[in-house]
């Protein structure tokens, strides 16, 4: 039982360019989260989905888009990276449909844009 | 919008001191709350959450943390912190379908 996975761990891009972060969870939950983490803001989150073809928008959502391209995967995809986007990126998964479960969270990805 | 306010951004302290992060939401009604702990390089893992029931709620490795309804308030507690305690502390609440956390009070325990 792997949990929440992430790829890749690390990512340098330059300003402009395109990228997908990819998490895919073994537990059969049916929410998935993405936030970033930054310095002195916590955790904010950016898109979910409670379920399989569903997503929402979270507080940070502006120069992101996701897919939940199944009950396992959701990708988040930066489309013009700008260095305002450089943070740490965690995925997240809950049992439920609702927030009021515990999250379990993925080892996150370290994206650095020049 | 529920939401949640950690006072400490950053506590120093050392092993065998008593801890106290405080942690206020923003609005009554029936409230589950949680804390996460991010040990350095980790990802957040579950401290403790309280869902109703005993205000007073025992999570992992000695943490407590006590709801306090007319205070809007789920401080977490340890009566002697140890040097392995050294990490990231957020605070928790749900907001319909997705969590809000706090900023996040880093804890630095000196041996």
């Known amino acids: 039982n792997a949990g929440v996975t992430q790829t890749p761990k690390f990512q340098v891009l330059k300003t402009g360019q395109s990228m997908t972060l990819q998490c895919a969870q073994d537990m059969n939950h049916n929410s998935m989260y993405w936030y970033r983490q930054d310095p002195g803001m916590g955790l904010r989150l950016i898109y979910y989905?409670?379920?399989?073809?569903?997503?929402d928008k979270g507080e940070v959502p502006n120069g992101y888009n996701v897919s939940r391209l199944n009950k396992r995967e959701f990708s988040l995809r930066l489309e013009s990276a700008a260095p305002s986007q450089t943070s740490v990126y965690f995925c997240a998964s809950i049992r439920g449909w609702t927030g009021d479960n515990e999250q379990f969270f993925g080892p996150g990805t370290r994206l650095t844009v020049l | 919008a529920q939401s949640v306010s950690q006072h400490n951004h950053h506590v120093i302290l050392s092993e065998a001191a008593s801890l106290e992060l405080g942690c206020n939401y923003s609005?009554?009604?029936?409230?589950?709350l949680f804390w996460y702990v991010q040990y350095p390089g980790q990802h957040l893992q579950l401290l403790l959450k309280y869902f109703s029931g005993d205000p007073l709620v025992k999570g992992i490795k000695g943490f407590e943390a006590e709801f306090i309804k007319s205070k809007f308030s789920f401080n977490l507690r340890k009566p002697s912190v140890q040097w392995s305690d050294t990490a990231e502390y957020f605070c928790a609440v749900p907001n319909n379908n997705d969590m809000r956390f706090g900023a996040g009070t880093r804890l630095t325990v000196k041996p």
């Open positions: 989905s409670a379920s399989e073809g569903t997503t």
């Open positions: 609005y009554g009604g029936t409230v589950n």
